[in-house]
């Protein structure tokens, strides 16, 4: 089993759809998580962090369930520039500062 | 945010040169570095986190004598491709953070594509 697995994708929605990603991981020791961004070519950009209690950042939602481990991030009224791959970012090991990348879910938002 | 240099953007070497990369903190100090491959249609892959002034740590399965890791200030590390080949071609990223027990957030600098003939 991967350390932080994602559905790849992509997710092709129109414009103002929802959509929701969820990511598992397989520590339950894990402390952070991340969602970053990426867009074709680029270097990953720290969209939110995921807390125990969620989490809102305008039309973003991010969740943790601990009891099953996973996270969701969902996007709310999708824009054409939010197209670009969603990365689950896991630090596994507490103390450690070590980061675990998911694979990303592919993102395509259709006008 | 947090800003994070990496130079040079892109580089396209012959195979055996050596090529050097360097990740600059711009408006932090980093005590922690950290340095990403990453592979087409992959997930980054940490290769090593470095701490200024003490020597890096590698991830299982990176070679130390050729992925050669210099942090010599708290806003400058430098990742050094000794004899590059062809399956070192990658997207190499650089992260920084001032970590802390209330903070484990990474900033990334924007890459160096890394390109062996």
């Known amino acids: 089993r991967k350390e932080v697995e994602q559905d790849p994708g992509p997710f092709n929605v129109p414009e103002g759809a929802t959509v929701a990603f969820n990511c598992t991981y397989s520590n339950s020791a894990s402390q952070s998580f991340f969602w970053y961004r990426q867009d074709c070519r680029k270097e990953p950009k720290l969209l939110m962090s995921v807390y125990s209690s969620g989490n809102e950042d305008g039309r973003f939602t991010a969740q943790l369930n601990r009891a099953s481990q996973y996270i969701s991030l969902l996007i709310r009224d999708s824009k054409l520039s939010d197209s670009a791959t969603y990365l689950c970012v896991v630090n596994q090991l507490p103390g450690t500062y070590k980061y675990i990348f998911g694979t990303g879910t592919r993102l395509k938002v259709l006008a | 945010g947090a800003v994070v240099s990496q130079h040079p953007s892109w580089v396209i070497c012959k195979s055996g040169t050596s090529v050097k990369i360097e990740c600059r903190s711009l408006?932090?100090?980093?005590?922690?570095m950290f340095w990403y491959r990453q592979f087409p249609k992959q997930s980054l892959m940490l290769m090593a986190t470095s701490n200024e002034g003490s020597k890096a740590t590698y991830e299982q399965g990176v070679e130390k004598d050729k992925f050669l890791i210099n942090h010599a200030s708290l806003t400058l590390s430098t990742l050094t491709v000794t004899s590059a080949h062809p399956e070192d071609s990658s997207f190499y990223i650089c992260s920084a953070s001032h970590l802390s027990p209330s903070t484990d957030t990474q900033y990334f600098g924007p890459g160096t594509r890394l390109t062996v003939l």
């Open positions: 408006d932090f100090q980093a005590t922690t």
